[in-house]
């Protein structure tokens, strides 16, 4: 079992940067592909990046490309998504997820979730 703690989102006016984080604790945190989703009103849920056990695969949504960043610190039991030059269209509740499978952009692959944590971002 993992468990995942989402922060770093707030409110950012439209061309500003935010980090997020992704506190895991729980068993062999390195063994775990990571991936982030977010949902926004009024829209299903969707893949936004995911990366590998060692983090040197990782995989983005389109729409987030050259945009956002996702790395992660398995000594420090963490993944970040770091995310530049944000839009209006990026507003939403951002979650971290587990699988103990290979990284993949399909989130019904994923085990384990957390709660999430708001991004809004302003005109």
């Known amino acids: 079992q993992v468990q995942l703690v989402e922060s770093g989102g707030g409110l950012v006016q439209a061309g500003g940067s935010l980090r997020l984080s992704c506190a895991a604790s729980g068993r062999a945190f390195s063994n775990y592909a990571m991936a982030w989703a977010r949902q926004a009103p009024g829209k299903e849920r969707e893949f936004v990046a995911a990366?590998?056990?060692?983090?040197?695969?990782?995989y983005y949504t389109d729409s987030v490309k050259g945009r956002f960043t996702i790395s992660r610190d398995n000594a420090q039991n963490t993944v970040y998504l770091q995310m530049n030059n944000l839009q209006p269209e990026d507003t939403a509740l951002y979650y971290c997820a587990a699988t103990w499978g290979i990284a993949t952009k399909n989130l019904a692959r994923y085990d384990f979730w957390g709660r999430g944590t708001q991004v809004t971002v302003s005109s």
């Open positions: 990366i590998s056990w060692t983090g040197d695969t990782t």
